[in-house]
């Protein structure tokens, strides 16, 4: 009798903590992916694709158009000589009272290396969040490194002020740094299905491929 009256309480106690675990770590899953969508949006930005890019010429401009005057990657992303990327973009924007179209600057103004090259133009959702995980990818960076340059760097941090003529990333830096934090401390999950491999749509304008 008495085994009989303890079982069915350590079986409810048993359910119980299960539904209590099941409690706790959903939403903080959840809020994992959707900040990774957060961070998504950002990097999907024409001011990060455009420096981001598959091919060796920069894109220029919310439309993403080719860099002008054939500006080229070069063998250390810093663009070849003649054409140096710091040869025209100096370490921070002239006053906007020159106007649009003058070249845009920040502290170390250059691409990616060609072997290491970072793409975030026309990278799915999935694949993008595979790309920043992945030290041989990612240029050698943990979590953590990843989440102080998106904190920091300078060239990301121009994205918000980006001179005359440019819009800033449309989503604020604190919140995409709260984004990053929520992503890492929910494991940083990667989207699995669907949509999440779908190409991007929102600016398919600097979706366009460049020629190179
Ligand atoms: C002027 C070109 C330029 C712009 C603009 C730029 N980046 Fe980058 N980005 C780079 C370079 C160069 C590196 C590699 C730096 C290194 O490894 O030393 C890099 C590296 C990164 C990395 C780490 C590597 C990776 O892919 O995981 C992230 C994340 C990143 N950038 C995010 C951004 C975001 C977000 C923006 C827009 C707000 C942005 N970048 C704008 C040039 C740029
Ligand atoms: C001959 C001068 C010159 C050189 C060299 C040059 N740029 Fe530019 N760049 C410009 C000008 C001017 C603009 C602004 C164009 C506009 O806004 O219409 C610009 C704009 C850009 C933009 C667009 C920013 C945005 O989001 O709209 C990027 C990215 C860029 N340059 C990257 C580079 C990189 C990387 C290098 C070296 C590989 C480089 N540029 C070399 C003159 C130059």
Redesign the pocket.
């Known amino acids: 009798m008495k085994t009989l009256s303890i079982r069915p309480i350590s079986i409810a106690l048993g359910l119980t903590a299960a539904s209590i675990g099941v409690r706790a770590e959903a939403p903080s899953k959840a809020s994992a992916a959707a900040a990774f969508g957060t961070i998504y949006k950002v990097l999907q930005s024409?001011?990060c694709v455009?420096?981001h890019i598959k091919g060796d010429s920069?894109?220029?401009?919310?439309a993403g158009t080719p860099?002008?005057?054939n500006?080229?990657?070069?063998p250390e992303?810093?663009?070849v000589p003649g054409?140096?990327?710091t040869?025209?973009?100096g370490a921070a924007n002239v006053p906007a009272s020159y106007g649009?179209?003058?070249?845009?600057g920040a502290p170390g103004?250059?691409?990616p290396p060609p072997e290491m090259k970072m793409v975030f133009q026309l990278v799915s959702k999935r694949d993008l969040c595979a790309s920043l995980k992945d030290p041989k990818r990612n240029g050698g960076r943990t979590l953590e490194a990843i989440a102080s340059h998106l904190e920091s760097d300078p060239l990301v941090l121009w994205g918000w002020s980006?001179g005359e003529?440019?819009g800033p990333v449309p989503i604020a830096h604190d919140e995409l740094v709260n984004a990053v934090k929520a992503w890492i401390g929910g494991g940083a999950p990667c989207p699995a299905t669907g949509e999440a491999t779908a190409l991007p749509k929102s600016a398919e304008g600097s979706q366009t491929a460049s020629p190179n």
């Open positions: 024409p001011r455009n420096c920069p894109l220029q401009g919310d860099h002008t005057q500006v080229v990657r070069g992303g810093k663009g054409l140096a990327c040869d025209c973009h649009p179209a003058m070249p845009p103004w250059h691409l980006p003529g440019r």
